[in-house]
Protein backbone atom coordinates (compact mmCIF):
# COMPACT_ATOMS: atom_id res chain seq x y z
CA UNK A 1 0.00 0.00 0.00
CA UNK A 2 1.01 3.19 -1.01
CA UNK A 3 1.77 6.06 1.44
CA UNK A 4 1.25 10.10 1.27
CA UNK A 5 1.86 12.64 3.85
CA UNK A 6 1.40 16.18 2.30
CA UNK A 7 0.02 19.74 3.90
CA UNK A 8 -0.42 22.49 2.30
CA UNK A 9 -1.80 25.90 4.27
CA UNK A 10 -2.74 29.33 3.43
CA UNK A 11 -3.35 31.43 6.77
CA UNK A 12 -1.65 33.78 9.20
CA UNK A 13 0.86 33.38 11.93
CA UNK A 14 -0.85 33.27 15.52
CA UNK A 15 2.54 34.50 17.16
CA UNK A 16 5.81 35.35 16.08
CA UNK A 17 8.46 33.04 15.25
CA UNK A 18 11.12 31.50 17.93
CA UNK A 19 14.02 30.40 16.55
CA UNK A 20 16.19 28.38 18.53
CA UNK A 21 19.20 26.04 17.61
CA UNK A 22 19.63 22.23 17.85
CA UNK A 23 23.01 20.77 19.31
CA UNK A 24 24.54 20.35 16.01
CA UNK A 25 23.83 23.98 15.45
CA UNK A 26 20.95 23.62 13.23
CA UNK A 27 18.42 26.65 12.97
CA UNK A 28 14.53 25.91 14.03
CA UNK A 29 11.70 28.25 14.17
CA UNK A 30 8.52 27.24 15.74
CA UNK A 31 5.64 29.26 14.94
CA UNK A 32 1.87 28.55 15.12
CA UNK A 33 -0.79 29.18 11.94
CA UNK A 34 -4.42 29.74 11.96
CA UNK A 35 -6.47 28.88 8.58
CA UNK A 36 -10.04 29.85 8.14
CA UNK A 37 -12.83 27.75 6.58
CA UNK A 38 -16.23 29.65 5.65
CA UNK A 39 -19.09 28.34 4.53
CA UNK A 40 -23.19 28.79 4.48
CA UNK A 41 -25.28 26.70 5.94
CA UNK A 42 -28.21 25.00 4.35
CA UNK A 43 -29.85 27.52 6.47
CA UNK A 44 -28.14 30.34 4.56
CA UNK A 45 -26.37 31.42 7.71
CA UNK A 46 -22.87 32.50 7.30
CA UNK A 47 -20.06 30.11 9.08
CA UNK A 48 -16.78 30.49 10.04
CA UNK A 49 -14.05 27.86 11.19
CA UNK A 50 -10.84 28.27 12.52
CA UNK A 51 -8.32 25.54 12.86
CA UNK A 52 -4.66 26.41 14.57
CA UNK A 53 -1.89 24.61 13.70
CA UNK A 54 1.72 24.63 15.27
CA UNK A 55 4.80 24.38 12.70
CA UNK A 56 8.80 23.96 12.62
CA UNK A 57 11.10 24.62 10.00
CA UNK A 58 14.71 23.47 9.86
CA UNK A 59 17.81 25.08 8.28
CA UNK A 60 17.67 27.92 6.01
CA UNK A 61 13.97 27.81 6.06
CA UNK A 62 13.96 28.32 9.50
CA UNK A 63 16.12 31.76 9.09
CA UNK A 64 13.97 33.33 6.52
CA UNK A 65 10.86 32.89 8.74
CA UNK A 66 12.36 34.42 11.45
CA UNK A 67 13.66 37.01 9.53
CA UNK A 68 10.70 38.52 7.94
CA UNK A 69 7.48 36.99 9.53
CA UNK A 70 6.00 38.28 12.19
CA UNK A 71 2.33 37.81 14.56
CA UNK A 72 -0.42 38.33 11.76
CA UNK A 73 1.76 37.96 8.48
CA UNK A 74 0.03 35.69 5.83
CA UNK A 75 2.15 32.66 4.60
CA UNK A 76 1.82 29.42 2.30
CA UNK A 77 3.09 26.16 3.97
CA UNK A 78 4.26 23.14 2.23
CA UNK A 79 5.06 20.26 4.45
CA UNK A 80 4.23 16.91 5.90
CA UNK A 81 2.56 16.20 9.36
CA UNK A 82 4.68 14.40 11.65
CA UNK A 83 3.47 13.55 15.37
CA UNK A 84 5.45 14.09 18.43
CA UNK A 85 4.50 12.36 21.87
CA UNK A 86 6.24 12.99 25.44
CA UNK A 87 5.97 12.82 28.71
CA UNK A 88 5.01 15.94 31.00
CA UNK A 89 6.89 16.11 34.01
CA UNK A 90 3.49 15.61 35.92
CA UNK A 91 4.16 12.14 34.48
CA UNK A 92 1.37 12.50 32.25
CA UNK A 93 1.64 11.18 28.49
CA UNK A 94 1.10 14.15 25.93
CA UNK A 95 1.15 14.21 22.01
CA UNK A 96 0.06 16.51 19.07
CA UNK A 97 0.30 16.66 15.57
CA UNK A 98 2.79 19.16 13.86
CA UNK A 99 3.42 20.61 9.96
CA UNK A 100 6.72 20.39 9.60
CA UNK A 101 7.78 22.70 6.66
CA UNK A 102 9.40 21.65 3.80
CA UNK A 103 9.07 24.92 1.33
CA UNK A 104 6.72 27.58 1.88
CA UNK A 105 6.24 31.38 0.08
CA UNK A 106 5.96 34.62 1.49
CA UNK A 107 2.02 36.23 0.93
CA UNK A 108 1.16 39.96 0.02
CA UNK A 109 -0.61 41.37 3.08
CA UNK A 110 -4.23 42.40 1.62
CA UNK A 111 -5.00 46.33 0.51
CA UNK A 112 -1.78 48.47 1.01
CA UNK A 113 2.04 47.68 2.21
CA UNK A 114 2.59 46.12 5.70
CA UNK A 115 3.54 49.98 6.63
CA UNK A 116 -0.30 50.91 5.47
CA UNK A 117 0.97 52.91 2.57
CA UNK A 118 -0.43 51.91 -0.80
CA UNK A 119 1.92 49.66 -2.80
CA UNK A 120 3.06 51.48 -6.43
CA UNK A 121 1.84 49.68 -9.28
CA UNK A 122 4.43 48.30 -11.64
CA UNK A 123 3.73 48.84 -15.32
CA UNK A 124 2.33 46.21 -17.05
CA UNK A 125 5.06 44.68 -19.32
CA UNK A 126 4.35 41.64 -22.41
CA UNK A 127 6.65 38.95 -21.53
CA UNK A 128 5.44 36.97 -24.59
CA UNK A 129 6.19 39.65 -27.27
CA UNK A 130 8.58 39.59 -29.50
CA UNK A 131 10.89 42.87 -29.92
CA UNK A 132 10.31 43.95 -33.40
CA UNK A 133 12.91 44.94 -35.53
CA UNK A 134 13.09 47.64 -38.13
CA UNK A 135 15.95 46.44 -39.76
CA UNK A 136 15.31 42.87 -42.00
CA UNK A 137 19.24 42.21 -42.04
CA UNK A 138 18.93 41.36 -38.33
CA UNK A 139 17.15 38.20 -39.38
CA UNK A 140 19.58 35.14 -38.72
CA UNK A 141 18.05 33.18 -41.59
Not at 60 to 84: C, H, I, T, W
Not at 102 to 116: I, S, T, V, Y
Request: glycine share 8%; net charge neutral; proline share 6%.
Amino acid sequence: MANFNKVLLMGNLTRDPELSYLPSQTPVVDFGMATNRRWRSREGEDKKEVCFVDCRAYGRLAENLNKYMQKGSPLFVEGRLKFDSWTAQDGSKRSKHRVVVENFQFLPRGGGAPDGTERQQLPEQNVNSTPQSDNEDDIPF
